[in-house]
């Protein structure tokens, strides 16, 4: 039997980069859908009023120089005390809905509850990245040799441990990272189908030069883990 966890035993976390148009929205579906139960942390670095906002609606705001994606999430994931870690990004694509069934399959013994954005098709989102996003996977699953579906989604749940006892090394391809490392370590992963909203706001992400980065942390990360 597994310890039972409610949003009381929740930090919702992300990293904010000049996402004012977003963040009250987010912010205020995740207090309608938890209660307002659960912790909200953003680790920030905006120069518009994206930490003012998440201040005034109750989230810890950490401030942080910009320093890329990995960065930011990194701190935001080894922040909170509170047991289960929610990580989501803060442009109101992803369904914060879902949350309850996240919560769920971290009680029925899941150390990682990944959402799908791609398996149920992700018609919102620009088919560049929706076709880079699979291929993303693809490659995951051929170095890693087990399926997944979708390895750089941003809205995860994990057990507070397994992000304190593995190392995390990546910017850029981090969302990769945090799925490939624990299954490559044998921790219980499950990959859940969640729809994907239009992003509010404009995108800070290059798809070249971004989407290279993220192929080479994904080779670099299963190669580690092999040599293990």
């Not at 009680?107 to 018609?123: F, K, L, M, T």
Request: hydrophobic content about 40%; aromatic content about 6%; glycine content about 8%.
């Amino acid at each position: 039997m597994t310890e039972q966890f409610t949003f009381d035993d929740v930090a919702v976390v992300m990293g904010t980069y000049n996402e004012e148009q977003a963040i009250g929205p987010v912010l205020a579906d995740i207090d309608r859908v938890t209660d307002g139960r659960a912790e909200v942390v953003c680790v920030d670095g905006s120069d518009d009023r994206t930490p003012e906002i998440a201040r005034k609606m109750g989230a810890t705001v950490i401030e942080q120089e910009p320093q890329g994606y990995g960065v930011a999430v990194r701190e935001a994931v080894l922040t909170p005390d509170r047991p289960v870690v929610v990580t989501t990004d803060c442009d109101d694509t992803y369904p914060m809905e879902m949350l309850p069934e996240f919560l769920e399959r971290i009680n029925e013994g899941y150390d990682v509850v990944s959402g799908d954005r791609i398996s149920p098709g992700a018609a919102a989102m620009p088919t560049l990245n929706r076709y880079g996003n699979a291929a993303f996977a693809l490659l995951a699953s051929l170095l890693m040799g087990r399926r997944v579906h979708d390895t750089t989604t941003g809205m995860r749940a994990y057990r507070r441990e397994l992000l304190h006892d593995i190392e995390w090394t990546e910017n850029t391809g981090l969302s990769a990272e945090l799925l490939v490392r624990p299954l490559m370590r044998d921790y219980r992963i499950t990959e859940v189908p969640i729809p994907y909203r239009e992003r509010a706001g404009e995108t800070k992400l290059d798809p070249f030069r971004g989407g290279a980065e993220i192929a080479a942390s994904i080779v670099t990360v299963c190669l580690e883990e092999r040599l293990r």
